[in-house]
């Protein structure tokens, strides 16, 4: 046993390589240092506690053996060194071992270590055979340099596992943040709306009974009840905006989902949506599109100061990607908050919307976040006290990925 076995098998343990199917990666490299060194029998060998487990094997038609009669196990010793055994036979470390004496047994051993990125040993590969044998320079450079690939291979199929685990923990994670965010928000609301219900009742019942001082006290609750509400309401969004995947996608044309879109938004009577661009079918994500366009045309009515408001809505559908854009006809954004209106708790300072909210700054970090998503990218434009226009592209799917420009 070597000093470090504990530390060895722990690191051989967190690749959970062991007692796997077969795949055929590593059978291909055991096919080649057989041919390449002209032997009967090749493994990748994983050394374990009490056993020697072949990953991949050509010509011995075993998974396991026991570790006290291996080879490999002596290679581990040298780390950086092949083990070469050109007649066991006549070698006083292998000489009675059971798996050499018996008929047609183990004559020729040459194995590389194969060592993990800390240069702790997991095992060889290995080539042997039933007669005696030397191996070329030649021959053993290509059996080290197989043996690099075993290890490249072992990496990958670790990095990949980890991701994985990874990506179920991070959705699992969302799932519970999501439920989470839920349950805050159905517990804030009800009593928000309980306030606004309330003061709208006491205003009503008793607003010749109140001076003005005392109505604007009234005012003065229900606006932070709304506040309240709309800050829930953002926070849900964006809460939800996490945990898009790709299994969301759908079919729809940019007529519905225009109309999607304004059924949702609480249009004032002198407010205006337009719809310009062409009806093609759209293959993406219709619940984060249109959460998109909702948290921006929203904006577009909460912050226009004018007395007829207009907000257009154009699409374009290109050869790899869906070009979307919203104007208004608003107060306008200045140029130096362009870049930070898309941060998490940025407010644009633009003073309060038609309702007399203020906004919290997680509706276009939330838009940001699923443009993003969806493979694409958003920009605003604006002259101040005139119009805001914000463009967001997103990718085409190609196979069930994004087809990116």
């Known amino acids: 046993m070597p000093a470090n076995e504990l530390e060895r098998l722990k690191t051989l343990y967190s690749y959970h390589i062991l007692d796997t199917l077969p795949e055929k990666d590593f059978d291909d490299i055991t096919k080649l240092a057989s041919e390449i060194c002209g032997t009967s029998i090749s493994t990748i060998t994983l050394v374990d506690k009490d056993r020697q487990w072949f990953k991949s094997e050509v010509g011995l038609g075993k998974k396991e053996t026991p570790r006290d009669i291996s080879f490999c196990a002596h290679a581990l010793h040298s780390p950086n060194e092949i083990l070469v055994v050109s007649n066991a036979k006549n070698d006083y470390r292998f000489f009675d071992y059971p798996n050499v004496i018996e008929e047609n047994g183990i004559v020729f051993y040459a194995g590389v270590p194969l060592c993990a990125e800390n240069g702790l040993p997991l095992g060889t590969l290995c080539v042997v055979d039933t007669k005696p044998q030397q191996l070329t320079d030649r021959q053993l450079d290509s059996l080290r340099a197989l043996a690099n690939q075993v290890v490249g291979q072992l990496q990958l199929r670790r990095n990949n596992l980890e991701l994985k685990l990874s990506q179920f923990s991070l959705k699992t994670i969302n799932a519970e943040l999501e439920r989470f965010a839920q349950v805050i928000a159905h517990d804030l609301k009800s009593p928000a709306n309980n306030i606004i219900g309330l003061t709208e009742l006491l205003k009503d019942a008793n607003e010749y009974q109140l001076n003005e001082e005392g109505l604007e006290l009234v005012g003065y609750i229900s606006d932070a009840a709304h506040q309240l509400k709309f800050l829930v309401d953002d926070v849900l969004s964006f809460s939800r905006s996490i945990d898009f995947s790709e299994e969301m996608l759908s079919k729809f044309s940019f007529q519905e989902l225009g109309a999607t879109v304004k059924s949702m938004v609480v249009w004032p009577p002198n407010f205006t949506l337009v719809l310009q661009g062409d009806n093609a079918q759209i293959l993406s994500s219709k619940s984060a599109l249109v959460q998109i366009l909702l948290n921006l045309c929203t904006n577009a009515v909460r912050f226009n100061d004018k007395d007829k408001g207009v907000v257009t809505v154009e699409f374009i559908s290109d050869p790899d990607r869906y070009t979307f854009s919203v104007t208004d006809n608003g107060k306008g954004i200045e140029a130096k908050n362009s870049d930070k209106i898309f941060q998490t708790n940025y407010s644009t300072q633009a003073g309060p919307d038609k309702m007399n909210m203020l906004g919290q700054g997680i509706g276009l970090s939330t838009v940001k976040r699923l443009v993003n998503k ?32």
Do not use: C
């Not at 005139?386 to 990925?401: E, L, P, Y």
């Open 374 to 405: 969806l493979g694409g990218d958003i920009t605003v434009s604006s002259e101040p006290g005139k119009w805001s226009r914000f463009d967001f592209h997103i990718a085409k799917m190609n196979n069930g990925h994004y087809q990116l420009p």
